[in-house]
Nanobody, 124 residues
Framework: QVQLVESGGGSVQAGGSLRLSCAAS????????VGWFRQSPGKEREGVAS???????TYAVSVRGRFTISQDTARNILSLQMNNLKSEDSAVYFC??????????????????WGQGTQVTVSS
């Protein structure tokens, strides 16, 4: 059974940084596409970043140049480094995984397993 557990969320001022982590059990990073999503109150969940086993990354336009997705296969952890945070980045962030190599367009329908989410709050 796949379990994904996010950590690293919290409150930060605009311009600050946070690093989210997603620990997995029953799943091995580096074999399939994985990604990060977020959801703000009243909004649909949106893709933030994804990464394929061979390291191809895709980012939402709104976070490009500020966020970096990576996976540590030795520790089996997926990370999202978030720099220069803005108030509009405030959301619950979810990690997600699928049992397929490609991320396609990164939409959530391709992902099978989800973490419970971690809150990120950015104050201006």
């Amino acid at each position: 059974q796949v379990q994904l557990v996010e950590s690293g969320g919290g409150s930060v001022q605009a311009g600050g940084s946070l690093r989210l982590s997603c620990a997995a059990s029953g799943y091995t990073y580096g074999r399939f596409c994985v990604g990060w999503f977020r959801q703000s109150p009243g909004k649909e969940r949106e893709g933030v970043a994804s990464i394929t086993p061979d390291g191809l990354t895709t980012y939402a336009v709104s976070v490009r140049g500020r966020f970096t997705i990576s996976q540590d296969t030795a520790r089996n952890i997926l990370s999202l480094q978030m720099n220069n945070l803005k108030s509009e980045d405030s959301a619950v962030y979810f990690c997600a995984s699928r049992t397929g190599f490609n991320c396609y367009d990164g939409s959530e329908g391709y992902f099978e397993h989800w973490g419970q989410g971690t809150q990120v709050t950015v104050s201006s």
